[in-house]
């Protein structure tokens, strides 16, 4: 069955710094792949979407890879900063494009 | 209003009790998503509309648990005899419709407690 993979632990980086998650897939060949950011007690905030035929995508301080071959993608953020703290989530579409699947999510915490 | 309403906030059941919890998507998105958040975990699906169709429920954990929009814009997800491990959040999302560039709106939960 399908799976995807993050970091369970949190990622601990100071201010400056650039925060690198991982979101790794098993069984999937997803066109597109997008990642959210979840505050506590909020729902998650779409961030980015980046398809199968892209390698890269950059928008402000992130930055997303998608390696098909790999089945990876990794979500930097650049120069962070500690209201970058939250967690991140990944997620495919499963069938068509009517249903995501999230990944369990990165808690990301930037001290100043 | 601008985004996705959900209420109420915060619910706490006696178990056995009946729920119903609501959502208000963005005007004009024809899907509509529901989703249930465990502690620590990511949102899993439940079930889908597009318009007022019921297009997928496969995610719905029981037939406790059932899902209508009746007329293509609020939807209400409603559990029958809440038992524990019906505790977490449960998180609704709208977008326009599907497509390769689809985006979840996602509200800000439901957390359901059931004691």
């Known amino acids: 069955s399908q799976k995807i993979e993050q970091n369970s632990e949190a990622l601990n980086i100071q201010e400056g710094k650039t925060a690198t998650l991982t979101c790794n897939y098993t069984?999937?060949?997803?066109?597109?792949l997008q990642w959210y950011r979840q505050d506590p007690g909020r729902g998650p905030v779409f961030l980015l979407l980046?398809?199968?035929?892209?390698k890269e995508k950059r928008k402000e301080r992130l930055k997303v890879t998608f390696d098909t071959t790999l089945k990876q993608s990794l979500f930097h953020i650049t120069a962070s900063q500690p209201a970058d703290s939250a967690t991140y989530l990944c997620?495919?579409?499963?069938?068509?494009?009517?249903?995501?699947?999230f990944g369990t999510g990165t808690r990301l915490l930037v001290s100043p | 209003g601008a985004g996705v309403s959900q209420s109420p906030r915060y619910k706490v059941a006696k178990r056995g009790q009946d729920v119903a919890l609501r959502c208000d998507p963005i005007?004009?998105?024809?899907?509509l998503f529901w989703y249930q958040q465990a502690l620590g975990q990511g949102p899993e699906f439940l079930t889908y509309?597009?318009?007022?169709?019921?297009?997928?429920k496969s995610g719905l954990p029981s037939d406790r648990f059932f899902a209508e929009r009746p007329e293509g814009s609020v939807s209400t997800l409603k559990i029958q005899r809440t038992q524990q491990e019906d505790s977490a959040v449960y998180l609704c999302a709208s977008s326009l419709p599907s497509g390769p560039t689809t985006e979840a709106f996602f509200g800000q939960g439901t957390r359901l407690t059931v004691v």
């Open positions: 980046i398809r199968e035929n892209e």
């Open positions: 509309f597009q318009n007022e169709a019921q297009l997928d």
């Open positions: 997620a495919l579409p499963y069938t068509g494009f009517q249903k995501l699947v």
């Open positions: 069984n999937y060949s997803p066109a597109y």
């Open positions: 005007s004009g998105h024809v899907s």
